[in-house]
């Protein structure tokens, strides 16, 4: 991913809230500090279908802002 | 040239600061750079003593360790090796095992970061455990002993000041372990009746080696009343065969660590390790039934689609792929007692010998003495 943001893909990680600081060390230690973060409320595994879903519309509006922001 | 002042034109890599132990580690502990517990100061002077041991040149990195992808030169090691209390002639097995977890295959970008509770436990096998008396009997895997105690303690150091395992920001793990202090032992090799581990492995018997395993804490088999083999490895295979190891849901190579005793009723019974290790993988399994109704679907099915995808509740799940997956060691004083040590699942355990540079094996540690 980290690659992909340096050769000005639009790209982004989708991240659970517990492991934001993770992420954003790990996205200095690639080099691109500024990497786009879609965060989702912790956890992702062991929850039914319907959090799921719920995740994932949590994560499409900030999808979209990601895009709308390539785009301009 | 090997001069550790030159070495350190990077500002950051040095600071001055009052000789007193005390105010040192405060700030050693503010900086987050230490494992909670009073360090070594890592004096230029110190540092450059510790390294007396190697012969590589100083800042030529083992390896990159995760999740910062720190270089692991032999001057930073010698700093954490200074830090945790190291004599310097074990300076070349905290390297060899450094080098050892930076082999793809063991996935130390996994142990570090991973909610899972795994730690690198270091075995030592040949000449060079008994030169420095690393503890393979009585309480090896506890408090007492230097070598153990110091050489794991320095990796964990490393692994943090070097790695960025960070509780919370790069060692995500849920619980952590009391093995992530220090994980160090030797195997038994006298009081084993079989060939021991770096044999095993190819490698020659009066070689020097490191394995390294992304392990959990030792769990025990405790067994007093088995006289005969079936019975002492039906006894480690009941204790294997449970539902929450990452082992068997992955392809993991979990650790057994016979006791002499054990060791000596299972190879009374004619079995060899190869044979010792078809026999428990052969009742080292679980009915899929015994899995929560998600697991089953979720994960089982999915992972093992071939056997498990329309598997009734009966079907067997083994705890290891393949019987050789069973690290087999002997270790500890007297007692009968195993311990059944499961892994992280996602690595493979990998071993190295020590080497001079021109690559022949080391016999004593003697021999990269100021080389």
Redesign the interface.
């Known amino acids: 991913m980290a690659e992909l943001t340096r050769r000005g893909a639009t790209t982004a990680v989708v991240c659970s809230d517990a492991?934001l600081?993770?992420a954003r060390?790990?996205a200095g230690?690639f080099g691109v500090p500024e990497m786009p973060l879609i965060v989702i409320p912790h956890p992702l595994g062991?929850i039914p279908m319907p959090e799921v879903k719920a995740r994932a519309e949590r994560a499409l509006p900030q999808l979209v802002d990601l895009l709308r922001e390539s785009l301009r | 040239m090997n001069e550790l002042a030159s070495l350190l034109r990077d500002p950051e890599a040095t600071f001055e600061a009052e000789d007193d132990y005390e105010n040192l580690n405060e700030l050693f502990f503010e900086r987050g750079w230490s494992d909670g517990l009073p360090v070594i100061p890592p004096s230029i002077r110190r540092v450059e003593k510790m390294l007396a041991y190697c012969d590589r040149p100083w800042d030529e990195p083992v390896g990159l360790l995760p999740?910062?992808?720190g270089e692991a030169t032999p001057w930073r090691l010698a700093a954490n090796a200074v830090m945790a209390g190291c004599q310097p002639r074990y300076l070349p097995l905290v390297m060899l095992a450094i080098e050892a977890m930076c082999r793809e295959v063991f996935n130390l970008y996994g142990i570090q970061?991973t909610t899972h509770l795994c730690a690198p436990l270091i075995i030592v096998n040949g000449p060079v455990a008994r030169e420095l008396t690393i503890n393979c009997a009585h309480n090896a895997f506890g408090p007492g002993w230097r070598s153990n105690a110091t050489i794991g303690r320095a990796i964990r150091l490393a692994l943090v000041n070097i790695g960025?395992a960070v509780a919370?920001?790069?060692d995500?793990a849920t619980f952590g372990s009391p093995a992530k202090y220090s994980y160090c032992v030797a195997e038994n090799e006298q009081a084993s009746p079989w060939e021991p581990l770096h044999v095993e492995r190819g490698f020659p018997a009066d070689a020097s080696t490191v394995t390294v395993v992304g392990a959990e804490a030792p769990h025990n088999v405790n067994d007093h009343e088995s006289t005969k083999a079936e019975g002492v490895l039906r006894m480690v295979a009941g204790t294997a065969a449970t539902t929450g190891t990452n082992d068997i849901a992955y392809a993991g190579e979990p650790v057994i660590a016979f006791s002499p005793e054990h060791a000596a009723t299972v190879a009374a019974g004619g079995y060899s390790k190869a044979e010792a290790k078809r026999y428990l993988w052969e009742r080292a399994w679980l009915p899929l039934g015994r899995f929560s109704e998600?697991n089953i679907e979720r994960r089982m099915r999915v992972k093992f689609s071939e056997r498990l995808g329309n598997a009734g509740p009966d079907a067997p799940v083994p705890v290891v792929q393949r019987p050789e997956d069973f690290i087999f060691i002997v270790l500890g004083g007297a007692g009968k007692h195993t311990a059944f040590i499961p892994t992280f699942g996602a690595t493979r355990s990998v071993t190295l010998a020590l080497r001079r540079r021109d690559g022949e094996c080391v016999h004593s540690v003697e021999q990269l003495r100021g080389a």
């Open positions: 492991f600081a993770l060390n790990q230690v062991g | 999740p910062r992808w970061t960025g919370g920001s790069g995500m998600e």
